[in-house]
């Protein structure tokens, strides 16, 4: 995996947007009505650049797969984030934004209390999916995380999902339930090995 930069917006975004389409936490938050599918992509465009200004943002070296890390202890408040804030109401939650705000509460009181290395989107593009792109990144991820010091934390609303993240090591170690059950996961060095075949 390499680090994106901005050059890397507009693919990181087609990815996620595609990957997500139909995932429910993602729909949740975006406005459902005749522009969800742009709507889903100003979200990744959001998530995109607040992980360029507090976290991290990695694409394959193939340019199939890429992954979206923040760092709360880092998130700050300034002028470029509140317009980002405002721009994501906007253009993609629309008239959602208390049920968003509602969500994000209940998120950060269930969330570990560690030095985060949050995976806030990992996808890759359809048609690679099972052929080891994912976890390959996941692992990567996992290294890097480790390097730095951090718990690898994630939420997902895919149950098929969750034994793919165990195979790695991860664990439910929470559940929400906001109209669809939540998983709350974390992954840390001694409780997993490295896993390369899926």
Not at 68 to 74: I, N, S, Y
Not at 87 to 97: D, E, F, H
Not at 122 to 140: F, K, P, Y
Request: proline residues 2%; positive net charge.
């Amino acid at each position: 995996m390499i680090k994106a930069g901005k050059r890397d917006r507009a693919a990181v975004v087609d990815i996620l947007a595609n990957a997500f389409d139909d995932n429910r936490s993602v729909n949740y938050i975006v406005r459902q009505d005749a522009g969800r599918r742009q709507r889903i992509k100003a979200l990744m465009a959001y998530a995109f650049d607040r992980c360029m200004l507090s976290g991290e943002v990695f694409i394959t070296e193939e340019g199939r797969g890429c992954a979206l890390v923040l760092f709360p202890d880092l998130k700050k408040s300034t002028m470029r984030s509140v317009l980002l804030d405002l721009k994501l109401v906007l253009r993609a939650i629309g008239s959602n934004v208390f049920k968003v705000l509602k969500r994000e509460a209940a998120l950060k009181k269930t969330q570990v209390v560690a030095p985060l290395y949050y995976l806030w989107f990992i996808g890759v593009h359809r048609e690679v999916q099972g052929r080891g792109t994912g976890s390959r990144l996941l692992n990567e991820l996992k290294q890097r995380a480790d390097e730095l010091g951090r718990v690898v934390c994630l939420e997902t609303s895919t149950i098929k999902n969750i034994p793919w993240y165990e195979k790695h090591g991860f664990r439910v170690y929470n559940e929400l339930n906001l109209g669809y059950p939540l998983y709350f996961m974390k992954w840390e060095k001694d409780a997993s090995a490295r896993v390369d075949d899926v």
